[in-house]
């Protein structure tokens, strides 16, 4: 494809301020790291909170880009020389952040183009949405991709994760392998991240839905408006009469405070989910165990019986969602029920070590105070006996939430253990201190007799005594870390997986 293959046809979308040089060289990859250029790149400089990709145009053009998009108003600062002009075709627009996506889904052929695309975003849930999501469309036949947290999945093939919703250059690839491998679906984890930072833009999206909005990535988005706004142009974006002929529909938690504004802003027909609220689609006599969970699902299609292996309340909301987009897929509620039903756990979330131990371990990925809640919530509806709550928050991330999530771990926990998350630059102690202050905050004098906390800053040491600490009937969770398999510390990647060091603990207690 050449230069002007791409952008002449994106020229309204694009802004194109002013084009320089022959538009007719060949484009094999669109990317906006200097670093991954190589000959026939289009590289599109784009000005980051941290590193100004307009600085780089000179390097990347003597690594052999064809061409190269810049913003208008940024001055390109090519080496030391002001105001430098590369020597091949330049395009100047007014957002080169937003081009970088619309470039890159243009030259692998618009791949959203071509499947039923599902994104979910909320603070917390995505990715359980997304697997049931993935588990209901393939009862009905249908050949899915997933997107998210905790791996890129195309087929049988299964992705390290770099983002929760990678780069736009990445994701267009992604949706290109897709297409390639004959899927007819994606279901993406859309991320505010992902979302204010137009990693999005070029895709098309079908449904979208809304789980929820609690604090968290504040020390990205300005404040919870901020945050929530990014989140909402998931919905704004969607268009009745798009590039596909198939129908459009956002599926809300009418729960959630702000599920109302969602609604009011979705320019497209929306469902609306809920267990308290009415709603399109709602649970009845929903039943807890730590053996999963049973409801009835009243829906626009009727009424069915719902049992999930999956286990707590806040589970039940993601059953909703995921019973909305098959609804709006078009499959029965057998097929849905069945789909439902097969997903045994979600890697990371209330995820249970089993080692012959007579207590109940549980691996979360609860790392905000609503999911530690949510977390601690069904504990208490499910426990025999105490609650062992293990947890950190993480360093260089939204410090309001700590105190937060020390107070919610006190006031439903028999015993508190703090400990390191992923501290990266920051001081683990420094992190735990504040994480230390909630805690404190929550016990009054009272409290303090009956539940008991501890700082242990190094992780391993803290799930170890955690697990010495338990008795017959006890619950134990490990919350923060979920599925990942690392830690950071400083500038180091250390392999550490909450569920290995759980069941290591275990076994050597057994001798």
Excluded at 29 to 56: I, N, Q
Excluded at 115 to 138: D, F, P, Q, R, S
Excluded at 173 to 191: I, Q
Aim: hydrophobic share 40%; net charge neutral.
């Amino acid at each position: 494809m050449t230069v002007g293959e791409l952008i002449v046809p994106l020229e309204s979308q694009l802004d194109v301020i002013e084009q320089q040089g022959n538009l007719h060289v060949a484009v094999t990859d669109v990317t906006d790291d200097s670093r991954l250029v190589k000959p026939g790149s289009l590289f599109v400089a784009v000005k980051g909170g941290r590193v100004d990709g307009h600085a780089y145009v000179r390097q990347a053009v003597q690594a052999g880009a064809s061409a190269v998009v810049m913003q208008v108003g940024v001055p390109s600062a090519g080496g030391t020389e002001p105001g430098f002009i590369p020597s091949v075709p330049m395009i100047r627009v007014k957002d080169s952040r937003r081009a970088l996506g619309l470039l890159a889904s243009r030259l692998h052929h618009d791949p959203s183009f071509r499947l039923a695309m599902i994104g979910v975003t909320g603070t917390n849930g995505k990715t359980t949405v997304t697997y049931l999501c993935k588990a209901a469309l393939e009862a009905a036949g249908r050949r899915v991709g997933v997107i998210g947290t905790v791996a890129y999945q195309i087929g049988s093939e299964r992705l390290n994760a770099s983002h929760t919703t990678p780069g736009a250059s990445e994701l267009q690839a992604l949706l290109a392998r897709m297409v390639s491998a004959g899927l007819d679906t994606a279901v993406m984890e859309v991320s505010s991240h992902a979302l204010a930072m137009d990693r999005v833009a070029g895709c098309e999206f079908d449904t979208a839905i809304y789980t929820n909005l609690t604090q968290d990535h504040l020390d990205f988005h300005s404040d919870m408006e901020d945050y929530f706004r990014a989140k909402l142009s998931l919905f704004t974006s969607l268009r009745p009469a798009g590039n596909k002929p198939r129908p459009k529909r956002a599926i809300i938690n009418a729960d959630d405070p702000r599920g109302g504004r969602v609604c009011e802003a979705s320019p497209v027909p929306f469902w609306t989910y809920s267990i308290r609220s009415r709603s399109d689609i709602r649970a009845e006599d929903v039943r807890l165990s730590l053996g999963g969970t049973r409801f009835t699902a009243v829906t626009p299609a009727g009424r069915f019986l719902v049992e999930s292996r999956l286990v707590g309340e806040h589970n039940v909301y993601n059953i909703l969602a995921a019973i909305g987009v098959g609804l709006q897929e078009g499959l029965s509620a057998d097929v849905i029920r069945e789909g439902i039903h097969s997903v045994v756990n979600v890697p990371g979330r209330f995820e249970r070590v089993e080692a012959g131990q007579d207590f109940t371990v549980v691996v979360d990925y609860a790392h905000t105070e609503d999911a530690l809640v949510h977390l601690l919530d069904t504990a208490q509806a499910l426990k025999t006996g105490r609650i062992i709550t293990v947890f950190g928050c993480g360093g260089d991330r939204d410090r309001g939430k700590r105190p937060k999530m020390g107070r919610a771990a006190a006031r439903q926990s028999d015993l508190v253990i703090l400990t390191s998350d992923n501290p990266r630059s920051e001081d683990p102690m420094a992190i735990l201190r504040e994480v230390e202050a909630g805690v404190l905050e929550a016990l009054d004098p009272s409290e303090r007799a009956r539940v008991r906390y501890e700082v242990i800053a190094d992780r391993r040491r803290a799930i170890q005594t955690a697990i010495r600490e338990a008795k017959r009937g006890d619950m134990v969770l490990i919350a923060g870390k979920g599925h990942e398999d690392y830690q950071i510390i400083g500038d180091n990647r250390l392999h550490f997986d909450d569920r290995e060091e759980a069941k290591a603990a275990i076994e050597k207690l057994q001798g």
